[in-house]
């Protein structure tokens, strides 16, 4: 918990709609470890990709202990930007993308994610929409589903 609580997400300009999910469950683990996330990086449109935009930030401020970012090219970019900037990675600040893509593990040092099952999750869905198009009553009492994904750390993270 203790990078937790020093944790940054940089926020994606291209799934503004994820973004949002995802913060309101950071927020809400935060909360219920009585803890307020307020490290949540957002830009404006005068910068043209997050590595620009990262770049510019890093030169001003120290790496949090630990920075989320939802898509392998934002962890990328973070990764190059604290390096020219005289950061690293994981001794200055640990690293979690949270799709898994190919390119994660082509990086050096390679970096840690999560192993999200598309394929049930797509099915659920489906499922579900199913359901709900029939007007099936069970959907009506339970919309919460969990769907397990497992933790895949690799050298970004301690």
């Not at 918990?1 to 683990?29: C, F, I, W, Y």
């Not at 579900?128 to 919309?143: P, R």
């Amino acid at each position: 918990m203790n990078a937790l609580k020093k944790a940054l997400m940089v926020e994606d300009k291209l799934n503004l709609s994820m973004m949002e999910q995802l913060k309101a469950g950071v927020d809400r683990a935060y909360a219920e470890k009585g803890l307020v996330f307020d490290k949540y990086v957002t830009y404006d449109d005068s910068y043209k990709s997050s590595y620009t935009f990262l770049s510019d930030y890093y030169k001003n401020h120290k790496p949090s202990r630990m920075v989320i970012t939802f898509r392998d090219s934002q962890a990328i970019a973070l990764m190059n930007a604290c390096k020219e900037c005289g950061y690293s990675i994981p001794d200055d600040t640990e690293l979690i993308c949270i799709l898994n893509s190919k390119y994660l593990t082509m990086m050096r040092p390679t970096i840690s994610t999560y192993n999200i099952p598309e394929y049930d999750l797509g099915a659920v869905a489906m499922r579900l929409l199913t359901k709900m198009l029939v007007e099936d009553e069970s959907v009506k009492q339970n919309k919460d589903i969990e769907i397990s994904f497992s933790k895949m750390f690799r050298e970004t993270t301690k």
